[in-house]
């Protein structure tokens, strides 16, 4: 999958079912204490609030079991911005589970996040912690950040 939009990928021993668990338990491994609602079932909505730096309200728009979760960012803030802080507004954020032999690998793609964008690099490093460290870490041994 090619795109100019922000992508990442992680590589896991778990099965894809355990994946997908993981994923769905989003306060687990994204915005922990920060973290309002539920991302377990269709349309559900969930926030994450970093102070008044960081604020999305996310939509669970498509779901298939074990392969795939897609989430609309309905509303956002990123007060750090100087010009549009509402850039992720109407973006979406792609998990894929594929495999590959005998593992399990995750395809993320912050659809809307492209380089054009004002927040790009540092909302790039910040995907890269939370799905690379938080999410890595959740799905290989349960432990969070």
């Known amino acids: 999958m090619k795109s100019s939009s922000f992508t990442t990928q992680i ?28 991302g377990k079932i269709l349309n559900d909505e969930f926030t994450i609030t970093h102070g008044d730096i960081h604020y999305s309200k996310q939509k669970l728009i498509e779901l298939i079991p074990d392969k795939k979760i897609v989430w609309l960012v309905t509303e956002s803030k990123l007060n750090w911005i100087e010009n549009n802080k509402y850039e992720w507004t109407n ?55």
Not at 24 to 35: A, H, L
Not at 92 to 117: A, Q
Not at 126 to 134: H, L, S
């Open 11 to 38: 590589e896991v021993s778990q099965t894809p079912e355990i994946v997908f668990k993981c994923l769905q338990d989003v306060s687990k491994w994204w915005g922990k204490e920060d973290f309002a609602g539920s």
């Open 91 to 145: 973006t979406k954020m792609v998990f894929e589970i594929t495999t590959k032999g005998d593992k399990t690998v995750l395809y993320f793609v912050h659809e809307g996040l492209v380089p054009e964008k004002e927040c790009y690099n540092r909302c790039a490093r910040g995907w890269n912690m939370v799905i690379k460290d938080w999410l890595f870490n959740f799905i290989t041994d349960g432990k969070t950040s």
